[in-house]
């Protein structure tokens, strides 16, 4: 996980590397046992690579339209609409208006997950705690901690802090994950 500064990961120095299937990329933002947070760009129609054993929650950050296909039924993802399924079920993915960018969250055992996308408020800074990860999607953003204030890049994560000193505000979209124990 490469860090700027104590509190924000800038996604767009994160190396790419390619799925597990080899069909995408991907920039990895978090890898644990039982919780993983990445982004993936998904640029050709086709099978995703299997999480089995995690809970998914796929939310398309740049781009339009996503229409996966699990275990048989199809899905539409329109843009800061988080899905939550199964990662091991049988996923396809179909581009009707081009290539995506998706924030992808993943939950294993005795782990859950849950994005929500919000607006930001300049007035009402938005506290991130730790086990949350906040992505600013689109507009501008400030993190303000304990150790400063940082301007954040589009894509750039916050990482949340146990002391709740971690509050982001501005103008824009900004996707909250949360991890928690189940």
């Known amino acids: 996980m490469a860090e700027s500064a104590e509190h924000i990961i800038r996604t767009a120095d994160l190396p790419v590397s390619a799925w597990r299937n080899g069909r995408g990329k991907t920039r990895e933002i978090l890898a644990g046992d039982n919780r993983r947070l990445s982004l993936a760009l998904v640029d050709q129609p086709g099978e995703f690579s299997s999480f089995d054993g995690f809970t998914r929650v796929q939310t398309v950050v740049e781009g339009e339209l996503l229409l996966l296909e699990v275990d048989g039924r199809e899905h539409a993802l329109e ?7 199964d990662g091991g079920a049988a996923t396809s993915a179909a581009l009707p208006t081009g290539p995506v960018v998706a924030l992808n969250a993943f939950a294993g055992a005795g782990a859950e997950v849950f994005v929500l996308i919000l607006e930001l ?49 501005g103008r824009g979209f900004f996707a909250v994950v949360t991890f928690q124990d189940a």
């Open 121 to 169: 408020s300049k007035k009402r800074p938005l506290p991130l705690v730790d086990g949350q990860y906040g992505m600013l999607l689109s507009g501008h953003g400030h993190l303000t901690a304990a150790d400063g204030e940082q301007t954040l890049a589009e894509l750039d994560v916050v990482v949340g802090s146990a002391s709740a000193d971690t509050a982001v505000a």
């Open 79 to 85: 843009q800061y609409r988080p899905f939550t399924y």
